[in-house]
């Protein structure tokens, strides 16, 4: 028996009719019933009795608190990291800050990373640039240290960190590392008061590590204080200096690159700007140890450039010995106040495992929507 088509099309028209209603009354109950499901993430490094990357920590290694209150852990995850490199490149008064060992430091941290880890480059002098967007290519990041890492007279360290802070949103909150490779000594005059730019790299969930040029720099500083001083070495690349004609016209530019002899600095000027940039560095060392400690970073401050060379490899170890493990906080997060700073302490359950954590979160309020 032969349906007719008419009924067939009216038959299709009414299930097309009731299903739409399904769909409508669906949405609309979603809506009546909004379910806001929450948890915070921390970055946690985990070591065995060794000081080696632990890779078996589990949910019941783990006791948090936050604000002294014990909290539910959900998850405990081991995932690449995105890393950025604000290399500090600025700084015409601290002759030991410079280009070739900020680049090698910058290069051996590249070069120790796991493959599947994503790095980006800034530089920071008398502007702040973006050298390498995210990328997996570590030898193009070697190429590009190699070739755009350029010095400048002034640091606007503050504007870097905010440029930092940016260039993490365009990855997933996960596991965030900003390495710092300065001296932490700022030029005035840039777009970013001190105080907010730390406040903001708190708030952005990334672990902070800092390799320092401070204890580097005060010998450098302390004989530049000096009236009477050693002449060091040339800061013009050898490479420059080796091209010159074959001439006895440039010998004498020769001897000057060469260390050696005596110098007299009679600059009462120059005198009090290093005495100023002592103290600066002073300052900006505490600052950024705080930092570390509270994002749950590490600072390095080694007393010679091959020392600085080799933590570059170390922060690298670091950045990939941290697992994000998650709980869902007693109280909701979206409850409190925007800038609400809640306290957090990671205790190991396991005889054998140390852990490092971030010591806080704080609250973006209708933000974090």
């Not at 933590?311 to 690298?316: K, L, Q, S």
């Not at 697992?323 to 007693?330: F, R």
Request: charged residues 25%; aromatic residues 4%.
């Amino acid at each position: 028996m032969r349906i007719p088509i008419i009924i067939i099309a009216l038959a299709l028209m009414t299930s097309m009719s009731i299903t739409r209603e399904v769909l409508i009354d669906r949405v609309r109950a979603q809506e009546r019933l909004r379910i806001v499901v929450e948890e915070v993430q921390l970055p946690v490094a985990a070591y065995d009795n060794y000081g080696h990357f632990d890779p078996s920590l589990m949910i019941d290694d783990l006791l948090i608190l936050e604000n002294g209150v014990p909290q539910e852990v959900r998850s405990v995850r081991h995932i690449p990291a995105n890393v950025v490199l604000l290399l500090d490149t600025g700084g015409e008064i601290n002759a030991a800050k410079n280009i070739r060992t900020t680049r090698e430091i910058a290069k051996n941290l590249v070069s120790t990373l796991n493959g599947q880890d994503k790095v980006s480059v800034l530089q920071v002098s008398d502007k702040v640039e973006l050298l390498q967007d995210w990328t997996h290519d570590f030898k193009q990041v070697a190429e590009v240290l190699d070739t755009k890492l350029l010095s400048g007279r002034r640091s606007y360290f503050s504007d870097g960190l905010i440029a930092a802070v940016k260039q993490f949103r365009e990855q997933p909150t996960g596991s965030r590392h900003l390495v710092l490779i300065t001296d932490g000594v700022e030029t005035p005059g840039g777009k970013t008061d001190r105080v907010e730019a730390l406040k903001r790299v708190a708030a952005s969930n990334a672990v902070v590590h800092v390799i320092s040029y401070t204890n580097t720099s005060r010998a450098t500083m302390k004989n530049n204080r000096r009236i009477f001083r050693n002449r060091d070495k040339s800061t013009v690349p050898d490479d420059a200096v080796n091209s010159l004609p074959d001439d006895p016209g440039f010998d004498q530019l020769r001897r000057l690159h060469k260390p050696g002899g005596k110098t007299a600095d009679v600059d009462p000027e120059r005198q009090r700007r290093v005495r100023e940039y002592e103290q600066a560095m002073d300052g900006s060392e505490w600052r950024l140890k705080s930092l570390s400690n509270e994002t749950g970073g590490h600072i390095w401050l080694p007393e010679s450039f091959d020392e600085m060379i080799a933590n570059g490899a170390a922060a690298a170890r670091l950045i990939d010995s941290e697992y994000v493990v998650t709980y869902k906080p007693k109280r909701t997060v979206i409850s409190a106040p925007e800038g609400e700073v809640s306290h957090v302490e990671v205790v190991s359950r396991r005889v054998g495992l140390s852990v490092i954590s971030r010591r806080h979160y704080i609250a973006l309020g209708k933000k974090q929507l």
